[in-house]
């Protein structure tokens, strides 16, 4: 499996798989036209997810991109989308992925495990399991013992944890607004504003606690990024890891805020393009003051 459909979200391995079925019960036959526009309208959903879902088809050969000219569905691919539909580990892995992530914010998951113990308690088999936490080794959320086994890497395990990360977040966010280094890339502002207005469009049901977090996560890493300052952005980007399993538990449980936060950092992204700085930086610090409370 391509590391694509490893860190895809369920929603855009859901459209993928919808796409697929299409294809292979002949709604979309070799040749057609296949618009994100239309598609989106279709399965009631925005385009970027969408959009995702086209490219991970796109690598299985079931559909492909031509220049200036947009997606078409290949030949034969109705047997290869039912060869996609058939390939249940792409969301087994998904659901292994964020069942651990679930139950180690819920501290029913110990600090070290074995992978037998891991496939016993989910019942997964050992590729998509070794998979899963070589993802996970890769985010800096576990790493490998020595000798055997995994190992849980720290957290925000305590309320004064989660405070004090909020106030270095609160320090550095801010401080990044006002590094003389400071500069804008235009391309990765219009890309972390289209990530959160196609999110505000998208239905209740269809929010899902991970997408938003990379999101959240991408935009506030984006500030450090734009300081210029390589140590504000090291720290900042750390403070995602260790808020990923905590975040993901509150998203869950309904406190999350996801619309009220998106729209938050919309008006932050704006004020940034505006190149207002110190209302970006006003608008981040009550931000960041409120996402404290929850």
Not at 90 to 115: F, K, P, Q
């Amino acid at each position: 499996m391509s590391d694509r459909a490893r860190l895809a979200s369920p929603l855009q391995l859901d459209l993928a798989q919808q796409i697929s079925a299409m294809i292979r019960d002949g709604a979309a036959t070799s040749g057609a036209h296949l618009t994100e526009e239309a598609l989106a309208q279709q399965l009631e959903v925005s385009r970027s997810p969408v959009r995702a879902a086209l490219r991970l088809l796109e690598e299985r050969g079931i559909v492909e991109k031509r220049a200036n000219a947009g997606v078409y569905v290949t030949e034969g691919a109705a047997a290869l989308a039912a060869e996609f539909l058939g390939d249940d580990d792409i969301v087994n892995e998904e659901t292994l992925y964020s069942s651990i992530i679930a139950d180690r914010a819920n501290d029913t998951l110990s600090d070290t495990l074995s992978e037998n113990e891991l496939m016993s308690r989910y019942g997964a088999t050992k590729r998509p399991l070794h998979r899963v936490l070589l993802r996970m080794n890769r985010e800096g959320l576990v790493e490998r013992r020595k000798g055997r086994g995994w190992q849980f890497l720290p957290r925000l395990d305590s309320e004064t944890a989660k405070n004090e990360s909020y106030r270095i977040r609160l320090i550095l966010e801010c401080a990044s607004l006002r590094e003389p280094t400071f500069r804008v890339d235009p391309a990765e502002l219009r890309r972390v504003r289209e990530a959160h207005e196609n999110f505000l469009k998208l239905k209740p049901e269809a929010q899902n606690p991970f997408a938003f977090f990379e999101m959240s996560a991408a935009f506030h890493e984006m500030l450090g990024l734009f300081s210029g300052n390589r140590f504000f952005h090291e720290v900042i980007s750390k403070q995602s890891k260790l808020r990923r399993f905590e975040e993901f538990a509150a998203y869950n449980r309904g406190i999350g805020r996801l619309d009220e936060a998106a729209r938050e950092h919309l008006e932050i992204i704006n004020a940034i393009d505006r190149g207002d700085l110190e209302w970006a930086e006003a608008l981040l610090r009550r931000h960041l003051t409120l996402a404290s409370t929850f």
